[in-house]
């Protein structure tokens, strides 16, 4: 079984575009076998292919990665688990941001409607 304690402490993230399949792994304390598993079974984790297949990872896929670690080595998820909660969080980041965008589209429709009374 594969042993992660806790208290590790992951290394802050370059301020780069593009990270390797190597700087991932040592960024997430993953290996890179790992990573190349994760892709096929989270559909948001899609690094850049190039050159002969090579994987660039974005800051954004860094951060989903660690958020995937997390969930499977100490939260203890299983991968379904794992892939169920972030469509989860990504469902209400969604609500949230539909919520938003009606409230500010009501305020402009009362702007508007005041400025109609008084014309």
């Given amino acids: 079984m594969l042993e992660i304690s806790p208290d590790i402490e992951l290394p802050t993230i370059p301020n780069?575009?593009?990270?390797t399949?190597?700087?991932?792994?040592d960024l997430c304390a993953v290996k890179p076998h790992?990573?190349?598993y994760?892709?096929?079974e989270f559909p948001d984790l899609k690094p850049v292919k190039r050159r002969g297949n090579r994987r660039y990872y974005q800051r954004h896929?860094?951060?989903l990665i660690r958020q995937i670690r997390s969930?499977?080595?100490?939260?203890?998820?299983?991968?379904t688990g794992a892939r169920q909660h972030l469509a989860?969080?990504?469902v209400k980041g969604d609500n949230a941001q539909s919520q938003q965008l009606m409230r500010q589209l009501r305020s402009e429709l009362e702007d508007v409607l005041r400025i109609l009374r008084t014309a």
């Avoid at 780069?16 to 990270?19: I, S």
């Fill in 16 to 19: 780069k575009r593009y990270f």
């Fill in 21 to 25: 399949i190597g700087e991932v792994s």
């Fill in 34 to 36: 790992v990573l190349r």
């Fill in 38 to 40: 994760w892709e096929q």
């Fill in 61 to 63: 896929d860094v951060m």
């Fill in 71 to 79: 969930l499977l080595y100490l939260e203890g998820y299983t991968i």
């Fill in 88 to 90: 989860g969080d990504q």
